[in-house]
Structures are given as C-alpha cells and as structure tokens.
C-alpha cells in the first residue's frame, strides 16, 4: 500500500512540475498521497515527492502571481493574506509530519 501510494505521489509530483497553471493542484495531491504512504510505511518516495514539489512551488507561475498580487496590495483582490502559500506550506510538512509520527509508533 505505501509503494503504491509514493509511486502515484513521485508520478503526480513530476506531473505537476511540467504543467504551468494546473501543476499547483496537482502537486497538492501528490503531497497528500505522499503523507498516506507514510503512514503505511514509506519514507523514500515521500521525501522525494517533497522536494519535488518544493521546486515546483518555487517556479509556478500561481503563486508568483500571488505573490505579486499580495506585494502590490492589489484593491480588487479578494484577499491580501497569501493562502496558497500557506496552503503549499502546511501540505510540504504534512510528509515530514507523517514519517516523524509513522517512526514513533
């Protein structure tokens, strides 16, 4: 169940990295996928997914967007707090947060 789990989080990780707008969302579930293979065990593919994913983030244009749109303090935007950075933060540790709890047991 874990290899399963890292392989679909490695495969939607890279997919994510290659796709410019989508690539975002995708790379979230990887993420995901990647802390339900802790669980059952696996640690290598879901540390792999993890810095994967950070490379992505540091290049997709979604959140260069935000950023921006934050920095400027845009008064048509939404929101001026950064929630897809939050949200890109929080599901980067989830992994981490899964092998650290997953060793304990």
């Given at each position: 169940m874990?290899?399963?789990?890292?392989?679909?989080?490695?495969?939607?990780?890279?997919?994510?990295?290659?796709?410019?707008?989508?690539?975002?969302?995708?790379?979230?579930?990887?993420?995901?996928?990647a802390?339900?293979?802790?669980?059952?065990?696996?640690?290598?593919?879901?540390?792999?997914?993890?810095?994967?994913s950070?490379v992505?983030?540091?290049?997709?244009?979604?959140?260069?967007?935000?950023?921006?749109?934050?920095?400027?303090?845009?008064?048509?935007?939404?929101?001026?707090?950064?929630?897809?950075?939050?949200?890109?933060y929080?599901?980067?540790?989830?992994?981490?947060?899964?092998?650290?709890?997953?060793r304990?047991?």
């Amino acid at each position: 169940m874990s290899k399963g789990f890292g392989i679909a989080a490695l495969v939607l990780g890279i997919i994510g990295f290659f796709l410019p707008l989508v690539g975002l969302f995708v790379s979230w579930f990887a993420l995901v996928c990647a802390t339900v293979s802790t669980f059952y065990g696996g640690r290598g593919m879901a540390i792999a997914t993890v810095i994967i994913s950070a490379v992505a983030f540091l290049l997709t244009p979604t959140l260069w967007a935000e950023s921006l749109n934050v920095a400027t303090a845009n008064p048509l935007a939404p929101s001026s707090t950064p929630t897809l950075k939050y949200i890109c933060y929080a599901l980067l540790t989830a992994p981490i947060v899964g092998i650290v709890i997953s060793r304990s047991n």
